[in-house]
């Protein structure tokens, strides 16, 4: 949650660098190989530092048990074919597209860093998630939640990761990327600057309602053990009875269990590799509005997640902040509660909206990100890709199954990728030259920033906890994030929004920030800018009006701010050394605004759906970016000192 100027992620893909990294995802095994090096030229030319790769498990694999010097050891009864000792082709003896070893070594050549995806699930729209159709069948233990449902990829059951059997598998794969593709590529001597564990949690696990989450009988014996380990033997007894016999306590637990189940995944992983590269995990931002719950279930995860000692990243695959205000709200209080680099953004996809294939639409989604303090910028898919086998391709039946068209998988992946397989331009070629250009030119002065924030409320996280099993009327959780949204639209100021027990940073010039308390408990004597609410239980306004009765009794700002004529555009800033501030207008409804600062003599005129990016010193406009121009909309005007300010404004190179 902390708005303190971070390099974290950023350095760690790039050490050294002061601005935001630009990651672009590759996906090789859908691309000819004769089309790799080219491809990669070009990303890099675009502004691509680092390209992503998933990798997919079942394209690797070439489905034969190792043979050693003495013949094929099943022959003489090697235990270790019955957990899944099968052979792997990373270098392209049996097909040229499973050459990874080469894929990385024309990366280092264009001068890319790699972030390797290993999964073992990976989804990336690949069959099953990229697992062997072996484990996803009934010789193995579905991942089914405590409600009963199992989760499913084209119609078929995922496996629970915690199944023992399904764990040595998974680590056989593993440790064979690790050994015959990390080892040799591995930073800092390689171009393997980073590892993701995992994807989205373990396989899409992450954001999951709480009662969805792996309740497999290993999972339940897992967390039995866990609990028996924090000394809670009484509720350890319940742990593998009915889910209608646990204690409100059990539930409890559960919720906070069931990120430390996560982590405990990714460190299984993290340990099968060498040291050197980063450890990253994804984990998707969730809809304020998801049904049953799910951002309490998801907050109530982050305990171990932001305790794990990974970097930790989200994805952004919760609508378009550009044309939908719930989206931008979703956002907000995702990045503001998570503390999140962006590791997965939409940048072609069109399945159910084509503007991701015109570059405002994604260039507005990564400025939203880099003002709320991402360090990083991500391009999925960097390359529109359309090579690829029925290893790779999802099933028809089993997308059918699921209510998917099995038309919206065909070539090419991710159709509005800057860059065409081959290395022609696509339209949001011009999104990622314009977003590289102000990185080059004011990424520095982005990154040595802080949010700016009028006040902080730290929120108790007993109450996710238990609003996770809440299945009736808002949450306390959802109904604070709404209020925190619709304050920053109605009034213009931000309140920030953190966990009880951390300290909240302080604005640029090391002041304190007004904070307030939100806590679980029976309500008791509140004192000023706290609130005890029960947990479990329905907001019914409570949180918002305790947000309204708080912000009401904030001093006024100090310092030029600004208004909006219409009070569409949310507007956030960051403040940093020698009297810079970063100023980030956003429109995401589908009406014009006007944004009138009050005290720098400015103007900025911001079409719907459009952003803008003023960087500042000392009051002085050094430069500023907008979103390019959708077709046929009103351009994005800014009129500094009552003229025309295009002589500063950064384009596409």
């Known amino acids: 949650m902390s708005p303190a100027p971070h390099t974290a992620l950023a350095g760690a893909l790039v050490p050294g660098t002061t601005r935001p990294v630009v990651v672009g995802e590759y996906p090789y095994y859908r691309a000819a190989p004769a089309n790799w090096a080219a491809d990669l030229r070009e990303l890099r030319a675009l502004g691509v530092d680092v390209v992503s790769c998933y990798v997919p498990w079942r394209f690797h694999e070439t489905g034969e048990p190792l043979r050693g010097a003495q013949g094929d050891r099943s022959a003489q009864g090697d235990d270790r074919l019955a957990q899944g000792d099968y052979s792997f082709d990373f270098t392209g003896k049996t097909d040229p597209q499973r050459d990874i070893v080469g894929l990385l070594e024309l990366a280092a050549a264009a001068g890319l860093g790699v972030l390797l995806k ?31 449902t199992v989760l499913t990829s084209q119609g078929k059951p995922l496996p629970s990761l915690l199944d023992p059997a399904v764990q040595a598998e998974t680590e056989t794969w593993l440790k064979a990327v690790a050994d015959e593709v990390v080892a040799g590529a591995a930073a800092p001597d390689g171009p393997v600057v980073a590892l993701q564990l995992g994807n989205e949690g373990t396989c899409g696990d992450a954001h999951l309602p709480v009662d969805a989450q792996d309740a497999s009988p290993a999972a339940r014996r897992a967390f039995a053990r866990w609990l028996t380990g924090r000394g809670l033997p ?36 993290s340990a099968l590799f060498p040291e050197g590269p980063a450890r990253l995990v994804n984990v998707p931002l969730t809809g304020v509005t998801a049904p049953r719950a799910a951002l309490d279930a998801w907050a109530a995860r982050q305990r171990a997640v932001q305790g794990c000692g990974y970097f930790v990243g989200h994805t952004e695959w919760i609508g378009n902040p550009v044309r939908e205000t719930a989206a931008f709200g979703s956002h907000l209080a995702g990045i503001l509660l998570g503390g999140t680099d962006v590791v997965e953004a939409n940048w072609g996809f069109t399945w159910t ?57 065909a070539p090419p992946y991710t159709p509005g990728a800057p860059l065409a397989e081959g290395g022609a331009h696509q339209a949001n070629a011009q999104g990622l030259k314009l977003l590289a250009a102000f990185l080059d030119r004011f990424g520095d002065l982005l990154s040595g920033s802080v949010l700016d924030r009028d006040a902080v409320v730290l929120v108790d996280r007993a109450l996710p906890e238990a609003g996770a099993w809440q299945r009736t009327g808002p949450t306390i959780l959802a109904e604070l994030a709404d209020a925190v949204h619709r304050h920053l639209a109605d009034s213009g100021r931000l309140i920030g929004l953190g966990w009880l027990g951390e300290r909240p940073a302080p604005a640029a010039d090391g002041t304190p920030v ?69 100023i980030g207008a956003f429109n995401p409804t589908d009406a014009d605004d006007r944004v009138i600062g009050t005290g720098g003599g400015w103007t900025l005129d911001l079409p719907a759906g459009s952003a803008a990016v003023l960087v500042t010193r000392d009051g002085a406009l050094r430069g500023w970016l907008a979103t390019p121009e959708e077709p046929s909309a009103t351009p994005v005007v800014l009129l500094w000192g009552g003229e025309q300010a295009d002589a500063t404004r950064v384009r596409a190179s």
Do not use: K
Not at 122 to 127: F, K, S
Not at 244 to 266: C, M, N
Not at 392 to 409: I, K, Q, T
Not at 546 to 566: D, K, M, N, V
């Open 118 to 148: 290993p999964g073992p699930f990976i989804h990336a729209e690949v069959q099953l998630g990229g697992l062997p159709d072996r484990l996803c069948g009934p010789g193995h233990t579905p991942y089914q939640g405590l409600d009963g």
């Open 353 to 409: 909206d084509e503007s991701f294939a015109r570059p405002a639409t994604p260039v507005f989604n990564a400025l939203l990100a880099l003002l709320l303090g991402s360090t990083t910028v991500s391009v999925y898919t960097a390359c529109a890709t359309q090579n690829w086998g029925p290893l790779v391709d999802m099933d028809p039946d089993g997308l059918r199954a699921e209510g998917v068209d099995p038309a919206l998988h």
């Open 514 to 582: 007004p904070v307030a308390v939100l806590r679980a408990g029976h309500p008791d004597g509140d004192g000023p800018g706290e609130l005890t609410l029960p947990a479990g239980e329905s907001a019914d306004g409570a949180a918002a009006a305790f947000l309204a009765s708080f912000a009401a009794a904030l001093p006024a700002p100090a310092g030029p701010r600004w208004t909006t004529a219409h009070g569409r555009a949310r507007v956030l800033s960051r403040s940093g050394p020698d009297g810079v501030r970063v």
């Open 234 to 269: 009484d509720e350890a007894a319940l742990a593998t009875e009915d889910v209608t016999r646990w204690t409100s306590a059990t539930r409890q637990q559960w919720s906070r269990w069931s990120g430390h189940a996560i982590v405990g995944l990714w460190d299984r992983i």
